[in-house]
């Protein structure tokens, strides 16, 4: 039986509608379903409030509403916006992020990957020296604006809305121009079979992009993404030097590592 959830400050006028609705993507991520209900005594707020926001977050692809509340969207393969990806595993994307960064030379001149794990790998980068960092994604260049010793690159081109992100050209320009030391790739799906796969066909050309300007590709996954396929590949195993995940299957490493592809456990 699902815990009933703690009251939060109720009928506080200071906290703002935005700030609810954050919270109940969390407890929906979370806890995989909420009732109005509880949400209606979380808040101290009235119930049709409380569907209102539910109908906000159904709206942005946050959740799925049901009679009385709530629940997670589990569709196979699809492309949750950051507001959710950033609650959704995040201590094991915090371990994958702290394996990584070892990877990670000073002086390097480095591409980072769009996504919520390489975004935990830019919040440790400030222990490094003389980097150059290249990204498309918005919150990684403002986290790493303040940080001495590191230049950043943005990349320009079309606005992702809801993923704070960008999608450079993936021909000619700028990609053409660079060399990098080594591409942080994310994927939102990885399968021995398929490779590396993403729900979106700009932002796999953008990926390939990245990859084919660095030395060294390191792909980023945790295990709940292990196993599983979306709709346009990116990468397949021979263009992948390094996995880093917080687990794998028994039968899933020898198999990688037999195809050149180095195997990094966090915490291991």
């Known amino acids: 039986m699902t815990e009933p959830l703690p009251v939060d400050r109720p009928a506080d006028p200071t906290v703002f509608a935005e700030e609810r609705k954050a919270e109940i993507a969390r407890l929906v991520v979370e806890r995989g379903k909420v009732t109005v209900a509880a949400l209606s005594s979380r808040f101290g707020v009235s119930g049709a409030t409380v569907r209102s926001y539910l109908r906000d977050l159904q709206q942005q692809g946050l959740l ?47 591409i980072l990957d769009t996504g919520t794990t390489a975004l935990e790998l830019a919040r440790l980068l400030g222990r490094k020296r003389d980097l150059v960092v290249v990204t498309n994604d918005l919150k990684i260049a403002w986290l790493l604006e303040e940080a001495s010793g590191t230049e950043i690159i ?20 700028l990609f053409k121009q660079l060399s990098a030391d080594k ?41 709940s993404k292990l196993g599983r396929v979306s709709f346009a590949q990116f990468a397949t195993l021979d263009q992948i030097d390094t996995l880093v995940t917080d687990g794998l299957p028994d039968d899933w490493a020898a198999r990688l590592e037999d195809t050149g592809v180095e195997v990094l456990v966090a915490g291991r």
């Open 64 to 110: 799925l509403r049901t009679h009385g509340g709530a629940i997670r969207d589990t569709k196979t393969g699809q492309e949750y916006p950051f507001a959710q990806r950033e609650v959704q595993n995040l201590a094991a994307k915090q371990s994958i992020a702290a394996a990584a960064v070892n990877l990670v030379d000073d002086g390097d001149r480095i």
């Open 154 to 173: 943005l990349l320009g081109g079309p606005l992702r809305k809801g993923f704070h992100c960008t999608l450079p050209a993936s021909g000619e320009g």
């Open 183 to 223: 591409a942080f790739m994310a994927a939102n799906s990885f399968d021995p079979d398929r490779g590396a796969t993403t729900p979106d066909i700009h932002q796999a050309a953008a990926k390939r992009a990245m990859m084919a300007a660095a030395e060294k590709v390191v792909l980023l996954c945790d295990q």
